[in-house]
Structures are given as structure tokens and as C-alpha cells.
């Protein structure tokens, strides 16, 4: 069973920035970030693959950036010039280290999720 573990969420001003982080118990081939506001379905931010090619969605491109230390196995995503409209709950997913297809781009596609953290950003 795979363990992901989230932090770094909290508030911001517009403009400013935040750095999750996702500590993964063991290897995954693909990971993504997702976010999600009450009401409206999961949507995601990025995905990486094992080799490090990483596809953002519109509006994370220029802003958003996904990085990994290989030694502890965590993923961050990085928010630069946040907006208010950045607000949601953001969650970490992985596939299961027997995947072995290109990484999905749909919450469905995920097997295991972090427990999410709190992105609020203020005008």
C-alpha cells in the first residue's frame, strides 16, 4: 500500500507564492497534482512521469512548476504569482508502482491520493 503525505499549503497574498510538498512511501512511475473546490470536480494542475516530463494544465503553465527530490521520494509543486482564483484544496495522486502506461491526466486514473492541504489566496 502507498503512502503520500502533503504539507505546505496556507494563505497568500495575490502574487505571492507557496510550495507544496508530497513525501511518496515508495516508487511511482506517475504523479500528479489535482486541486478541487466544493462543488466542482477534481481538476488537475501537473503531471510527471518518471523521466521527469511533467504536462501542465493552462493555468498553471509560466506559474506552477513540479519538481522531485529523488532520494526521499517527495514531489513539490511550486506557485508563483498565485490568484484568487488558485483557491481549492490541492491533492497529490500516484499511480501504483505495476503501472506502466502513460500517466493519466484524470483524477480516475489515480490510485492513491495524499490527504490534501488548503491553498487560500486573498485579493
Known amino acids: 500500500q502507498m503512502s503520500l503525505v502533503e504539507s505546505g499549503g496556507g494563505s497568500a497574498q495575490a502574487g505571492g507564492s507557496l510550495r507544496l510538498s508530497c513525501v511518496v512511501s515508495?516508487?511511482?512511475?506517475?504523479m500528479a497534482w489535482f486541486r478541487q473546490i466544493p462543488g466542482k470536480q477534481r481538476e488537475e494542475v501537473a503531471t510527471?512521469?518518471?523521466?521527469?516530463?511533467?504536462t501542465y494544465r493552462d493555468f498553471a503553465k509560466g506559474r506552477f512548476a513540479v519538481s522531485k527530490d529523488e532520494a526521499t521520494i517527495t514531489f513539490y509543486l511550486q506557485m508563483n504569482d498565485l490568484k484568487p482564483d488558485d483557491t481549492a484544496m490541492y491533492y497529490c495522486?500516484?499511480?501504483?508502482?505495476?503501472?506502466?502506461?502513460?500517466?493519466?491526466?484524470?483524477?480516475?486514473?489515480?490510485?492513491?491520493w495524499g490527504q490534501g492541504t488548503q491553498v487560500t489566496v486573498s485579493s
Open positions: 510527471r512521469d518518471r523521466d521527469g516530463t511533467t
Open positions: 515508495q516508487y511511482t512511475k506517475c
Open positions: 495522486a500516484a499511480v501504483s508502482r505495476w503501472y506502466n502506461s502513460p500517466c493519466p491526466r484524470n483524477a480516475d486514473g489515480y490510485t492513491f
